[in-house]
């Protein structure tokens, strides 16, 4: 206090002094505007339209910024930020999008994986974008329509299961780390589609409440082995027809190349064995397809890695631990151990099927979103089978 007095004992202190007071004035009053202001990401479709008039009837300052990642101008959404009446803005990142998000998803089908492209992008495009352009903004806060909830726990911000169990989001939320939760905003975690509908119909936006669900993968319109051939003209010179085999290795006729098949595949197979058949491997350098019965795809064990858990004791002492092994399964109880080698062991209680490298294993305890990791390879899973018999 007696600083601040000095300060002002001279004109020139007077004036310094002034300066001080207006702009820790203006940064108080930023602070204060900035926690009323929140980015949305706009679509343009149902849910992203729904955020923005929720948030508003909360008292929210909205700004809308568009993500432009693949195809047309986002002429949709700057229509409805007009309407509005909200600041909007477009993301061009159609190029580093191109670059991460889509040669991820190519790789990963030359690998003999099958990826999850909505995984890889919410952490390294979409809350990353928004966060950046909501700190550009003075925008405290994100929202976004995806049908989740959070809930702060013992310090930890964690994603909740929406009550919509068709359209809940969780399963692909998993890898937002701690400072971009604590940002967020989800207002349809408590909505069913339906009610969401409703509520767009109610609020004079009856043509938007009609539309149809958005594409699951966005830079895809049909088949995503068009897509890899498109995107890979060398895609069929390069692996070129391989074989599919038995469990002995018997070969049983031939396929159109590895990538264009996927764990538990069996429609589209295009051979005939006089049974239904399945495909229950893929061995990328030998270009094989090992296809079998129902039966053969079930197990009690899996393999993952590359995890991030909220809290790593928590998840492997927890009884009520449940696994999501694909979007829209149902979460299966299980048991988890750390590996020597850094990678998780998971032993379901009841059996599994279709163990597919590549996608999400989401850990649940309840609804509770408590870590997730990758499906790894199961090349080995009996060696580690063996070695942990008194799991």
């Known amino acids: 206090m007696n600083a601040i007095f000095t300060l002002f004992s001279t004109p020139y202190g007077y004036l310094m002094g002034i300066l001080y007071i207006c702009t820790n004035a203006i940064i108080r009053c930023g602070m204060k505007e900035s926690n009323k202001r929140v980015l949305v990401g706009m679509s343009g479709g149902i849910d992203s339209t729904a955020t923005c008039l929720m948030l ?13 990642v693949w195809g047309d101008e986002p002429q949709d959404a700057r229509e409805l930020a007009a309407r509005m009446g909200i600041e909007h803005y477009v ?23 099958t990826p999850n492209p909505c995984v890889m992008c919410n952490p390294l495009f979409k809350f990353r974008v928004l966060t950046e352009w909501a700190d550009r903004l003075n925008c405290g806060w994100i929202a976004t329509g995806h049908y989740s909830r959070l809930e702060e726990r013992n310090g930890n911000v964690y994603i909740v299961a929406g009550d919509d169990e068709k359209k809940d989001q969780s399963y692909f939320l998993w890898r937002l780390g701690q400072e971009v939760l604590r940002r967020c905003i989800f207002p349809l975690g408590n909505y069913t589609k339906l009610k969401v509908r409703d509520y767009l119909h109610d609020k004079g936006y009856e043509a938007k409440a009609k539309e149809g669900e958005s594409m699951e993968v966005c830079f895809i319109k049909g088949d995503y082995r068009d897509f890899l051939r498109e995107q890979c003209p060398e895609l069929d010179t390069e692996i070129g027809p391989g074989w599919f085999v038995n469990a002995e290795g018997v070969k049983l006729g031939q396929h159109k190349g590895f990538p264009y098949y996927t764990i538990g595949q069996r429609k589209g197979l295009e051979i005939a064995l006089g049974k239904p058949a399945y495909v229950l491997k893929i061995n ?26 909220i809290d790593e004791q928590e998840v492997l002492a927890c009884e009520n631990l449940a696994v999501r092994i694909r979007y829209r399964s149902r979460p299966i109880p299980c048991r988890v151990r750390r590996l020597t080698d850094g990678r998780l062991f998971v032993k379901f209680r009841t059996e599994a099927s279709a163990i597919t490298p590549g996608q999400s294993a989401v850990f649940y305890d309840d609804r509770r979103v408590i870590g997730g990791a990758f499906i790894a390879s199961q090349r080995g899973i009996g060696l580690v089978m063996e070695e942990n018999k008194d799991f």
């Open 91 to 113: 993301a061009d990142e159609r190029i580093p999008f191109k670059d991460t998000i889509v040669r991820n998803f190519i790789d990963e089908y030359r690998q003999g994986r």
């Open 284 to 309: 990328p350098q030998k270009n094989t397809v090992m296809l079998g019965d129902v039966e053969q795809l079930r197990t009690e064990y899996m393999i993952v890695e590359q995890d991030h858990l």
């Open 56 to 68: 508003q009837e909360q008292g929210y300052e909205i700004v809308g910024v568009t993500m432009r």
